[in-house]
């Protein structure tokens, strides 16, 4: 079946240590997001790219950046984890921008000691 | 600024009593509507998208609708496989694709 798919499911990384989490998608969209969700609260989109063209919102922390290297991959590299970043690391892809069903993947559960 | 609310934050019913769930929002210019259902510790799942005021759509006991300020999720005759987090979230005119989501509803289905 088509999906979107996250690695690993379960990530524990210490104060600073840089960390980086996967997504891959067989469904050969052509974008792809990052949300962060807390418990509790609604996802926050991070970023997405379209094809190779990154967006980056205008409040996500310098500390987060993303890469794509070919279009069913994605990562999102934490440079310098906070405790305040412990969060659902959330990958979804759409096939176009604009009024398209986004598919999520399972999601990471980023944890930081 | 565009706003989704969602209510009620959490609602409990007793399996086959049926009831509603609310997501009200203000953008500029919407797009689309969406719902998504939401277990602990996974990945929201995709249940419907809208696109019109009028725009109904049913899957098994779900059903959504929409107003020009708000849609509702009627559940009807719910089990206890229907307890999750409803997530609704809409893309408002001139985004690129940003989801704005609310906040969801957590239901729970007793036997």
């Known amino acids: 079946d088509a999906m979107v798919i996250q690695n690993p499911r379960y990530q524990v990384t210490q104060f600073g240590k840089p960390v980086t989490l996967s997504c891959s998608q067989t469904l050969n969209h052509n974008v792809m997001y990052w949300y962060q969700q807390k418990s509790s609260q609604a996802p926050k989109l991070l970023f997405h790219?379209?094809?190779?063209?990154?967006?980056n919102e205008a409040d996500t922390p310098d500390n987060f950046q993303s890469r794509r290297p070919n279009t069913s991959f994605c990562f999102l590299d934490i440079r310098s984890p906070g405790l305040g970043d412990a969060a659902m690391y959330l990958c979804a892809t759409s096939r176009v921008l604009g009024a398209d069903t986004q598919y999520f993947g399972p999601g990471t559960r980023l944890t930081v000691l | 600024e565009d706003q989704v609310t969602q209510s009620p934050e959490a609602l409990r019913l007793q399996e086959g009593e049926s009831s509603s769930l609310n997501c009200s929002y203000t953008?500029?210019?919407?797009?689309?509507l969406f719902w998504y259902r939401q277990d602990p510790g996974k990945g929201p799942e995709f249940l419907f998208t809208l696109y019109s005021a009028g725009e109904e759509k049913e899957k098994e006991r779900l059903k959504a609708t929409l107003t020009k300020k708000e849609s509702f999720l009627h559940i009807t005759a719910p089990k206890p496989e229907d307890s999750a987090t409803y997530l609704c979230?809409?893309?408002?005119?001139?985004?690129?694709?940003?989801?704005?989501f609310g906040k969801g509803t957590k239901l729970s289905v007793k036997p």
């Open positions: 790219y379209y094809d190779k063209d990154f967006n």
């Open positions: 979230a809409v893309q408002a005119g001139g985004s690129q694709g940003n989801l704005i």
């Open positions: 953008v500029s210019g919407l797009r689309g």
